[in-house]
């Protein structure tokens, strides 16, 4: 079965530093991997995917993800946070049976 | 650009009640599915469907709940007799197929009272 783990429920940052988000994923096969985003009251928006071409993925508002499968991680960073990225942020990986696995979500702050 | 849409947003419902939630889902996709989120919590895969049945479901999605692509546009998510732990967050999605991103709608908010 497929799983994905997101470290750190909640993450703070400054406005303008550096933001990173750990999602580590458990897959028998070559996994497809995505990163939701979700603003407060609103459904899942998709920030970027894996999907087994280039190994670092760029998304929309400047995020991006590194597919490491030496380290079965799939981090989504930005380099400088904006008070517009405070939200909760999905990591999710599917499978053959065309299933998403979602992990537990890590809700940003930004601080000004 | 084409998007999943929800109907209602907000739904209030006294518990035992039936409830119909409805999703239109992008129209050249072929994969629906329903997921739930309780307020703080994960969002929890309850069913996916393709070629008119249930591909898939999960121990969430019990003899209380059904399914049904009633007219080729629209897919619904039927709860027979609503429990007060069914208040969640209802979202559908859509997708073209295998390993594709999923799309979805803004949610229908599910409280049973």
């Known amino acids: 079965a497929q799983s994905v783990t997101q470290l750190g429920s909640h993450v703070s940052v400054s406005e303008g530093a550096l933001v990173l988000l750990r999602c580590n994923y458990s897959?028998?096969?070559?996994?497809?991997l995505f990163w939701y985003v979700q603003y407060p009251n609103q459904g899942l928006q998709l920030l970027l995917k894996?999907?087994?071409?280039?190994?670092l993925v760029k998304g929309i508002n400047g995020f991006e993800a590194e597919f490491k499968k030496s380290e079965t991680s799939f981090h989504l960073t930005k380099p400088s946070a904006h008070m517009s990225d405070a939200a909760e942020y999905f990591c999710?990986?599917?499978?053959?049976?065309?299933?998403?696995?979602f992990g537990t979500g890590t809700s940003l702050t930004v601080i000004p | 650009e084409p998007e999943v849409t929800q109907t209602p947003s907000h739904q209030v419902t006294q518990m035992g009640q039936e409830v119909i939630l409805r999703c239109v889902p992008i129209s050249n996709h072929l994969y629906f599915y329903w997921y739930r989120q309780i307020l703080g919590q994960k969002v929890e895969f309850l069913v996916s469907?393709?070629?008119?049945?249930?591909?898939?479901k999960s121990e969430i999605f019990d003899d209380q709940f059904s399914v049904e692509r009633p007219d080729g546009s629209n897919f619904t998510l039927k709860i027979r007799s609503t429990k007060l732990e069914d208040s969640a967050m209802y979202f559908c999605?859509?997708?073209?197929?295998?390993?594709?991103?999923?799309?979805f709608g803004q949610g229908t908010r599910l409280t049973v009272v």
């Open positions: 999605a859509s997708n073209e197929g295998p390993n594709t991103e999923a799309f």
């Open positions: 469907f393709y070629n008119n049945e249930i591909s898939e």
């Open positions: 894996y999907t087994s071409a280039a190994t």
């Open positions: 999710a990986v599917t499978d053959a049976s065309n299933q998403f696995y």
């Open positions: 897959s028998s096969v070559p996994p497809y």
